[in-house]
């Protein structure tokens, strides 16, 4: 499984930002695919998922309301649009990728930064 992650950038505060992981190496139908971020000094969080077979979404507390994950079936790509962004929500963003029925993300894209400015 291969995960690329793009879409990063700066941004001030209140604005939008839409990531995007394209994933490819095997059908995605029985994984539930998230994203994470990491700011400078912290642990990594969890942030959005979204199951692939039936597009149930799970979300942070942090992020409800604000944020809305998505999946693109024909183009194997996963979407986090990010709306009223705030400066907290600076971070380096990872996609990820787990089969249902494992406890864990066993794969990783690489990060893409997002910075929001006040």
């Known amino acids: 499984v291969q995960l690329q992650a793009c879409g990063g950038g700066l941004v001030q505060a209140g604005g939008s930002l839409r990531l995007s992981c394209a994933a490819s190496?095997?059908?995605?139908?029985?994984?539930?695919m998230g994203w994470f971020r990491q700011a400078p000094g912290k642990e990594r969080e969890f942030v959005a998922a979204?199951?692939?077979?039936?597009?149930?979404?799970y979300y942070a507390e942090s992020v409800k309301g604000r944020f809305t994950i998505s999946r693109d079936n024909a183009k194997n790509t996963v979407y986090l649009q990010m709306n009223s962004l705030k400066p907290e929500d600076t971070a380096a963003y990872y996609c990820?990728?787990?089969?249902?029925?494992?406890?864990?993300?066993?794969?990783w894209g690489q990060g893409t930064q997002v910075t929001v400015s006040s």
């Open positions: 979204i199951r692939w077979s039936d597009i149930r979404t």
């Open positions: 190496g095997r059908p995605f139908s029985n994984y539930i």
């Open positions: 990820a990728a787990k089969e249902k029925v494992s406890s864990t993300y066993n794969y």
